[in-house]
């Protein structure tokens, strides 16, 4: 399995996982002056392919948009983030 990378580079963010669960990722993502905020997230993964005669590892994958307010959300505060994180992470 390939792991998220722990430095990603989207949407002109920066983003630097915080901590990484079982189920759950933590990430602090910087781009904005002044703004600290972190993207807590289930880590989803996708499977094996077979495209072609290429195959592609089995991969987690950082949310897409769509996920936000379902399985990943945006917090703006440090200590909530990571209450959060370790809410879902220890359901």
């Given at each position: 399995?390939?792991?998220?990378?722990e430095i990603i580079?989207?949407?002109n963010y920066t983003y630097?996982?915080?901590?990484?669960g079982k189920r759950y990722c933590l990430y602090e993502q910087n781009g904005i002056a002044n703004m600290r905020c972190f993207e807590l997230f289930e880590i989803k993964?996708?499977?094996k392919k077979d495209i072609k005669g290429i195959?592609?590892?089995e991969k987690e994958l950082f949310p897409k948009d769509k996920d936000f307010?379902?399985?990943a959300w945006t917090i703006c505060d440090l200590?909530?983030?990571l209450a959060k994180?370790?809410?879902l992470e220890n359901k």
């Open positions: 399995m390939i792991p998220l990378d580079n989207k949407n630097t996982q915080v901590l990484k993964v996708r499977p195959v592609l590892e307010g379902k399985t200590d909530k983030a994180f370790n809410e």
